[in-house]
């Protein structure tokens, strides 16, 4: 079998952009990935582009030799955009492996070791009572993990940090009060922190009241985390935004983190999330995938939860409370679908996703800023 053609589909879906690749064999057979560098897709198209190049013609089985070929090609190598590239190739190499043995591409990572993938949920109101009947309605729904809503710039570009950690840790000690201690709850602070701010969020609590905090600061740093570390007992959920083995390796090799966030469509596709899912599970870290993208994303991110041992919850965005539109029905029909909190694992062969090419043919590419946020003094912020 031999790559014929790949070709990648930034679309608008929803409320941002996906950016679909489409590997083609001589075979007929074809496989679909997802690229997750949300709002500078066109440098990935321009980086798939390149790897086009010298791919076409050669065997889409060889994964893991492909993989080290589109790393190890470039001087220099690496990066968040090669990378995102790499990842959505790999996993289309992963989808066309699995169809042409006519095996679910979790039996080509070492089997299933769970039946369905448990997930966690997001609330979308911001910290309020609302944003606390939301989390029971999620718990009614099935959720055992939920995620609460940090206080936000809520449409405005002024973020300033110290206004807003009082407020939500005042909402997650209430949170806690109200839907009792079995509950997971967590909070994503966006990176959006420095280490003395997280600090504070984090001692405005009582001891116990959140299960994990999510990217409180920016990761360029192990040791302002390992800082971090030491000033609160909260569990560390981070990673979504590493590229590859090597941005988790100080963090894994350090006990910095406790649940890995990592993204397969950003970190280098299945072939290196299983490397990371092995080398945290030596250091007892639960994976927790990143999942903000599209159903390839989720479903390739179900054959990896289904195949590793050390599982906590796959993120999903579609829930009782919180409907996004990534998933558009029309756009793609086949598709993991949430049951009880749960994505159950498919036996279709390859990913299990069906894409209306027709339709992401005539779909267009919206250019797209997330908010550019400043502090109140007017310098830049994180959004
Ligand atoms: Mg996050």
Same mark, same amino acid.
Request: hydrophobic residues 40%; charged residues 25%; contains cysteine.
């Given at each position: 079998?031999?790559?014929?053609?790949?070709?990648?589909?930034?679309?608008?879906?929803?409320?941002?952009?996906?950016?679909?690749?489409?590997?083609?064999?001589?075979?007929?057979?074809?496989?679909?990935?997802?690229?997750?560098?949300?709002?500078?897709?066109?440098?990935?198209?321009? $980086?798939?582009?390149?790897?086009?190049?010298?791919?076409?013609?050669?065997?889409?089985?060889?994964?893991?030799?492909?993989?080290?070929?589109?790393?190890?090609?470039?001087?220099?190598?690496?990066?968040?955009?090669?990378?995102? $590239?790499?990842?959505?190739?790999?996993?289309?190499?992963? %989808?066309? !492996?699995?169809? +042409?043995?006519?095996?679910?591409?979790?039996?080509?990572?070492?089997?299933?070791?769970?039946?369905?993938?448990?997930?966690?949920?997001?609330?979308? $109101?911001?910290?309020?009572?609302?944003?606390?009947?939301? $989390? !029971?309605?999620?718990?009614?729904?099935?959720?055992?993990?939920?995620?609460?809503?940090?206080?936000?710039?809520?449409?405005?570009?002024? @973020?300033?940090?110290?206004?807003?950690?009082?407020?939500? +840790?005042?909402?997650?000690?209430?949170?806690?009060?109200?839907?009792? %201690?079995?509950?997971?709850?967590?909070?994503?602070?966006?990176?959006?922190?420095?280490?003395?701010?997280?600090?504070?969020?984090?001692?405005?609590?009582?001891?116990?009241?959140?299960?994990?905090?999510?990217?409180?600061?920016?990761?360029?740093?192990?040791?302002?985390?390992?800082?971090?570390?030491?000033?609160? %007992?909260?569990?560390?959920?981070?990673?979504?935004?590493?590229?590859? !083995?090597?941005?988790?390796?100080?963090?894994?090799?350090?006990?910095?983190?406790?649940?890995?966030?990592? %993204?397969?469509?950003?970190?280098?596709?299945?072939?290196?999330?299983?490397?990371?899912?092995?080398?945290?599970?030596?250091?007892?870290?639960?994976?927790?995938?990143?999942?903000?993208?599209?159903?390839?994303?989720?479903?390739?991110?179900?054959?990896?939860?289904?195949?590793?041992?050390?599982?906590?919850?796959?993120?999903?965005?579609?829930?009782?409370?919180?409907?996004?539109?990534?998933?558009?029905?029309?756009?793609?029909?086949?598709?993991?679908?949430?049951?009880?909190?749960? @994505?159950?694992?498919?036996?279709?062969?390859?990913?299990?996703?069906?894409?209306?090419?027709?339709?992401?043919?005539?779909?267009?590419?919206?250019?797209?800023?997330?908010?550019?946020?400043?502090?109140?003094?007017?310098?830049?912020?994180?959004?």
């Amino acid at each position: 079998m031999k790559i014929t053609a790949i070709r990648p589909y930034p679309v608008w879906v929803g409320v941002r952009n996906q950016l679909i690749v489409k590997v083609e064999t001589d075979e007929g057979i074809f496989g679909w990935g997802e690229s997750g560098l949300s709002g500078r897709e066109k440098a990935v198209v321009g $980086a798939i582009e390149h790897y086009r190049e010298f791919l076409i013609g050669r065997d889409p089985f060889l994964v893991g030799a492909i993989w080290q070929e589109m790393y190890r090609s470039q001087y220099f190598e690496g990066g968040r955009v090669l990378q995102a $590239a790499i990842s959505a190739i790999d996993i289309a190499l992963h %989808d066309i !492996k699995g169809k +042409a043995l006519g095996v679910p591409v979790y039996q080509l990572l070492g089997g299933k070791q769970r039946e369905r993938i448990p997930t966690f949920a997001t609330t979308s $109101a911001p910290p309020s009572e609302e944003m606390i009947e939301q $989390a !029971k309605d999620l718990i009614e729904a099935g959720w055992t993990a939920v995620r609460l809503s940090p206080s936000d710039h809520e449409g405005s570009t002024v @973020y300033e940090p110290r206004e807003h950690i009082a407020t939500t +840790a005042k909402w997650c000690v209430k949170a806690r009060e109200v839907l009792g %201690d079995n509950v997971v709850l967590g909070i994503d602070f966006h990176h959006r922190l420095s280490v003395a701010e997280a600090a504070s969020f984090c001692q405005k609590m009582p001891s116990g009241t959140l299960d994990f905090l999510e990217e409180p600061i920016r990761d360029e740093s192990p040791a302002a985390y390992e800082t971090l570390r030491k000033l609160t %007992d909260i569990p560390f959920a981070i990673g979504e935004e590493f590229s590859s !083995k090597w941005q988790f390796l100080p963090y894994i090799e350090r006990d910095i983190h406790q649940f890995n966030r990592i %993204d397969i469509c950003n970190v280098g596709g299945l072939t290196e999330a299983m490397k990371v899912a092995g080398w945290s599970e030596a250091h007892y870290v639960d994976m927790m995938p990143h999942n903000p993208l599209g159903p390839i994303c989720t479903a390739a991110t179900v054959h990896f939860a289904a195949a590793v041992p050390n599982f906590a919850w796959l993120e999903t965005r579609s829930s009782t409370v919180e409907q996004l539109g990534f998933d558009n029905d029309e756009i793609f029909p086949v598709q993991p679908r949430i049951e009880r909190a749960h @994505y159950p694992v498919t036996d279709a062969p390859g990913l299990g996703v069906v894409v209306n090419e027709e339709l992401i043919e005539r779909e267009s590419f919206k250019f797209w800023e997330p908010p550019h946020l400043k502090r109140n003094d007017g310098s830049v912020t994180n959004w």
